[in-house]
């Protein structure tokens, strides 16, 4: 029935990419990429927001290298497998807090391997298999009006993607996941990975 926070949040980013490719031999290609970000995270009290501490300035930078081998089989299917580092971004108010701020950019790992088609001149199918490592993930506290750092995560699924072109101005796709997720460690309720 009370305000517990009332922020304005400013977030900015900015970001490069550089990729490069080389092909061994005319079925293989292999991709090396690195991408720079950076973050700044501004919040600021406004009037009526009781006991605050969500205000103040910060910012961070992540370098994330990425890696991909695709082997195409023959000119309708293609084998590929990625890895890559990136991260997750908080929410600024929790980064800028006072007492316990929450990191600003998370690290992540993801992993993937699948298989791309084009059957019949008119139909893409992709099926993958991968994986994401968060090394935290951040909970909102609605009482508090702020947020906390929870655990590691591991996510991992498989993901089916097809589109049928019907007509040259029709087509119909379909994308299916099947994910699992759960804490790294246990937090006592019998629930890790």
């Known amino acids: 029935v009370e ?16 990729e490069a490719t080389w092909h061994p031999t005319t079925e293989l290609r292999v991709l090396a990429g690195l991408r720079a970000d950076a973050y700044d ?10 006991v605050d501490t969500a205000s103040g300035s910060a910012n961070d930078q992540k370098l994330s290298p990425k890696l991909a081998a695709a082997y195409t089989l023959n000119d309708n299917v293609e084998l590929y497998a990625n890895w890559g580092r990136g991260f997750h971004s908080n929410d600024a108010r929790g980064v800028v807090r006072a007492i316990d701020p929450v990191t600003p950019l998370t690290r992540a790992v993801g992993y ?8 019949l001149d008119r139909w893409d199918l992709a099926l ?24 590691a995560t591991k996510r991992y699924g498989v993901e089916l993607e097809t589109r049928f072109e019907i007509t040259k101005w029709l087509s119909a796709d379909l994308d299916l996941t099947a994910t699992k997720s759960a ?11």
Not at 3 to 18: K, Q, T
Not at 112 to 119: N, Q
Not at 135 to 148: A, K, L, M, R, Y
């Open 3 to 18: 305000n517990v926070s009332n922020n304005s949040v400013r977030e900015g980013s900015l970001s490069a990419y550089a």
């Open 112 to 119: 993937e391997a699948g298989t791309r088609a084009r059957l």
């Open 41 to 50: 995270f501004h919040a600021g009290r406004n009037a009526g927001a009781g």
């Open 183 to 193: 804490f790294v460690q246990n937090a006592g309720n019998g629930i890790s990975v």
């Open 128 to 151: 993958a298999a991968w994986r994401l490592d968060l090394d935290s993930e951040t909970v909102w506290v609605g009482d508090e009006g702020t947020t906390e750092s929870s655990g």
